[in-house]
């Protein structure tokens, strides 16, 4: 009985030292990584246009922001909350219409559901676009600015990502 309770800590012991170790050699990756990016890196993208600006309209009927962020959030719905990541495509476009079209303001949760559809579809570099459009228009919103220190670092670009992490700590 003893003996089992002794290699069951040390196993134990064993198993967080390989941890440590492990995550000594992730941080050191990192540390590399930080260090290799060019001072030139550009973190926001060169151009934040898309084909969906097409979609803005100044003369809109007064619900019909409403009726296309109902028609959007259905499929996020679906694929979030039911695993069908393939409902993000038909979520798409009718989000696209609510930013181009929204001045209000009422509508900017929409930034942070067209880049989960983005990611949910794996397009990370379409999510950043939403990311920093928004971030242009509503610089405080603490969802873009973590989708887009998370997107960041995930590219690679860890010194892109330090200023939004820093905004998060700062809200």
Not at 49 to 66: F, G, I, S, V
Not at 75 to 80: G, L, S, Y
């Amino acid at each position: 009985m003893k003996v089992r309770l002794v290699m069951g800590k040390i196993a134990r012991w064993c198993l967080v030292l390989g941890l440590l170790a492990g995550g000594m050699s992730l941080h050191a990756q990192d540390e590399d990584d930080f260090e290799e990016m060019s001072e030139d890196t550009a973190c926001v993208p060169a151009n934040l246009q898309t084909a969906y600006d097409a979609y803005k309209t100044d003369d809109l009927a007064p619900n019909q922001l409403d009726i296309w962020y109902d028609y959007g959030r259905e499929p996020h719905k679906i694929a979030r909350y039911e695993n069908k990541p393939e409902k993000y495509r038909q979520a798409i476009p009718y989000f696209w219409k609510v930013i181009v079209n929204d001045d209000t303001g009422r509508f900017k949760i929409v930034y942070g559901k067209l880049v989960e559809c983005y990611l949910g579809l794996n397009e990370p570099d379409s999510a950043l676009i939403v990311a920093y459009r928004g971030l242009a228009k509503y610089p405080d919103y603490i969802t873009l600015h973590y989708h887009a220190g998370i997107i960041q670092k995930t590219l690679g670009k860890v010194k892109c990502a330090i200023p939004h992490y820093e905004a998060l700590v700062n809200s």
